[in-house]
T-cell receptor, first 113, second 116 residues
Framework: ETGVTQTPRHLVMGMTNKKSLKCEQHLGHNAMYWYKQSAKKPLELMFVYNFKEQTENNSVPSRFSPECPNSSHLFLHLHTLQPEDSALYLC????????????FGPGTRLTVL | AQSVAQPEDQVNVAEGNPLTVKCTYSVSGNPYLFWYVQYPNRGLQFLLKYITGDNLVKGSYGFEAEFNKSQTSFHLKKPSALVSDSALYFCAVRPDYGGSQGNLIFGKGTKLSVKP
């Protein structure tokens, strides 16, 4: 185990639903990240937080809304998603921003019907 | 544009044989280089990284990688493959922007299949 947990592990939702993904890290890290992993594509960085402050939003549609209440927890709120948003969503953390190895959670497999 | 290439979608190796998973990159400056492995239904696990120093980096599970600056490559190697090495392998690069580091740029991944 990497010390980064994600819940739920699997999620199926309709396009009109609202759901949230949760990530928690037990490593004492200060930076947290959301990535999207689609089949046969490179990992796409979505959001970056450092000391609870969002430092990067990689042109992610507003139907994805991140929240970082403290350095240990990261959420991704989902609403009115599209079928093409179906993917594996990975959370990662690192001791500092950009300069350290990132540690990944197991991911949430999201299916949008 | 900054990019990472893993030219092989899949690599097939017989157990006990050496394996190589290729990675080349096109980024600015002196980048940090990483290899991650992803087993089915799991997140990415860190294998090894190169920052500076010896071009041959040793990592977890007997893996190593060789940094070649002139060829801008960072190929992953293992002298003797195990069936349990079968997984998806990602190369990642962190560009150097004149002393500050950027985000990780990942390759598309290479599926390694080791047969008994």
């Amino acid at each position: 185990e990497t010390g980064v947990t994600q819940t739920p592990r699997h999620l199926v939702m309709g396009m009109t639903n609202k759901k949230s993904l949760k990530c928690e890290q037990h490593l004492g890290h200060n930076a947290m990240y959301w990535y999207k992993q689609s089949a046969k594509k490179p990992l796409e960085l979505m959001f970056v937080y450092n000391f609870k402050e969002q430092t990067e939003n990689n042109s992610v549609p507003s139907r994805f809304s991140p929240e970082c209440p403290n350095s240990s927890h990261l959420f991704l709120h989902l609403h009115t998603l599209q079928p093409e948003d179906s993917a594996l969503y990975l959370c990662a953390s690192s001791p500092g921003l950009f300069t350290d190895t990132q540690y990944f959670g197991p991911g949430t497999r999201l299916t949008v019907l | 544009a900054q990019s990472v290439a893993q030219p092989e979608d899949q690599v097939n190796v017989a157990e006990g044989n050496p394996l190589t998973v290729k990675c080349t990159y096109s980024v600015s400056g002196n980048p940090y280089l990483f290899w991650y492995v992803q087993y089915p239904n799991r997140g990415l696990q860190f294998l090894l990284k190169y920052i500076t120093g010896d071009n041959l980096v040793k990592g977890s599970y007997g893996f190593e990688a060789e940094f070649n600056k002139s060829q801008t490559s960072f190929h992953l190697k293992k002298p003797s493959a195990l069936v349990s090495d079968s997984a998806l392998y990602f190369c990642a690069v962190r560009p150097d922007y004149g002393g500050s580091q950027g985000n990780l740029i990942f390759g598309k991944g290479t599926k390694l299949s080791v047969k008994p």
